[in-house]
């Protein structure tokens, strides 16, 4: 009787921690509306804005603006409208408004000459919304911002959470028509998770487990998202436009070494800039001069030199897709298609580590990460085709989790049973005989749809591809590449007639491959395919 006693009380404390805990976190300012304090906040921490924005209201440059986001929530946003064809959009931070970032705009419409919109987020300053949300559903409410205010040139800009949304925004597929875009983060956190994880211990002395967890659960059935999903850091690392990142060498609110891992994971053209002595949100107040300098350096970066890339970390990754769901797995990434069910693709790298291991085949599951209607286990009973992986079970021998999430059913396509253990896992282990003889290679990898209408199986309808592709990248030594189209048939032809250039790979599937690569050598990789070579 005492231990249920004791584990009754033990669970009504944790619900009601994480009760606490998440409306601590996502409460929004209840004087958030204080036009007036707002302004004062402003002018006495940076008072060369009043002559500035006295100017603006004389020309009737300094404007509101209101948008109906998806969710029928009216947002706010301030406008400067200088009349150029270049746009900065800038975003505030944790419980804070537009009017508080004038400072930003002055920066960009004055010294950089741009128009400037600065969206208030969810549940911030005049927009709508009950709770705060940390940046992850911020991102699509600053998408339809760019789409009403786009421009041939545009900059994001945040600081804080306003940084976090910026590169949670950055990870996604852009708006049409925007011929120079590029995205700047003063400040931001890595994730959701680490920093609240970060502030449980240093305002409270509390470990992660269990509120971390349940507090997430909590966020997740109250808002739909959970602290580990909203990564900024995950969202970088398909980022394909150049980033500034800035940070105090001081901050302890977001901690300075949060910004390196985050620099690390961009691939592409980047810039770092620490300010030396500045504590959080405070860079600019610490070397104003400077802070500009570094604006102005970003904003002259040539267009072209978004391809100017370096070969790291996300070089297997296609470029972004209209509509799809990314999910970061450990082994691999997937680029998720709600109307098939199925993947676009999946891509991964794949070490001479990576090809053994102790870790032996899990069991299928069910995503959880996924929108409904989605791939169950019984839509494949009976169907007749067989749980076809794209990365292969034989990839993720190394580890069990990587074995285990190999299983789920976003890295799943409809496939036939003899292709699945003949030609298709030959040309599975002819990947990892190259990964061990050259240390490395990238493949991506997913179905093929022909025609114009196609074969479903089970009552979720997912659609049975009529051909597989892969692609795979070898950049040690001569850099390399090879592709591969077969039929979702017996597959009975020599596996070497299957083997293709990128170029007609890409022509296939219409997928740009390996993006970040520089022109000169993705050009001349992706040209030509010689078997013989990967001998």
Sequence with gaps: MLVAVVVATTVMAVVGASVYMLDYSLAPDPNRRDVDSCYQQLLAEYPECGEWMDSLRGINALRDTFVVMATGERHHALYIDKGVGKTAVVLHGWRDCAIKFLWLARIYERALGYNVVMPELHACGESEGDAIQMGWKDRRDVMEWMKVFRADTMVVHGVSMGAATTMMLSGETMPEGIKDLRFVADCGYTSVWDEFAMQLKAQFGLPAFPLMYTTSLLCRLRYGWRFDEASAIAQVRKCRYPMLFIHGDNDTFVPTRMVYPLYAAKVGAKQLWISKGAEHAQAYQAHKEEYIRQLRQFSLVSCAQRQEVRVEEGVERPAPIEGEIVLEKKAYTVSYNQETRCPNWVAWKLTAEHTDGPYKRANFYEEDDVPEPKATLHDYKGSGWSRGHMCPAGDNKWDSEAMAESFSLVNVCPQNARLNSGVWNSIEMDCRKWA???????????????????????????????????????????????????????????????????????????YDFFPSLPDDIEKKVEARANIREWR
Excluded: M, S, W
């Excluded at 795979?472 to 592709?483: E, N, R, S, T």
């Design 436 to 510: 061990r003889k050259y240390g490395e290679v990238y493949v991506v990898c997913g179905p093929v749809y022909l025609n114009k209408a196609h074969e479903a199986i089970g009552p979720n309808e997912v659609v049975v591809p009529e051909a597989f592709f892969k692609v795979v990248l070898c950049l040690k030594g001569k850099p390399k590449a090879i592709g591969v189209v077969v039929k979702n048939t017996e597959g009975a032809k020599k596996k070497d007639l299957y083997y293709n250039t990128i170029d007609q790979v890409e022509r296939i599937t219409g």
